[in-house]
Nanobody, 126 residues
């Protein structure tokens, strides 16, 4: 299983970025997928999670903390096996390494164990 994040970079405050996470050897559908971020010296923070189920048509359940839901959106394209994190109105405190992670199956509110992790993509907001 390999998860590859992309889309990070440097942006001015108020700007937007869209992060992508693409999987190989793994299918996002019917597994929890999450975005996390971490600043050196601080605990890793859950940013957004998503769970999809279905076959030819899908239902999606998303989980975003209240503190971020006005600015961040998580979405998933099962045809592309890719999960996105749209981040708007970025603030300097959003600067961090952002990681995509995926689980084996569903856990309550997708707060359980994430078995697979990407290498991360850096977001810097100045």
């Amino acid at each position: 299983v390999q998860l590859v994040e992309s889309g990070g970079g440097s942006v001015q405050a108020g700007g937007s970025l869209r992060l992508s996470c693409t999987a190989s050897g793994y299918t996002f559908n019917e597994n929890c997928v999450g975005w996390f971020r971490q600043v050196p010296g601080k605990e890793r923070e859950r940013v957004a999670r998503i769970y999809s189920r279905g076959r030819s048509s899908y239902t999606y359940t998303t989980y975003i903390p209240d503190s971020l839901k006005d600015r961040f959106t998580i979405s998933q394209d099962n045809a592309m096996n890719t999960v996105y994190l749209q981040m708007n109105s970025l603030k300097p405190e959003d600067s961090a390494m952002y990681y995509c992670a995926a689980s084996d199956g569903y856990t309550t509110d997708c707060k359980g164990t994430y078995n697979y992790w990407g290498q991360g993509t850096q977001v810097t907001v100045s």
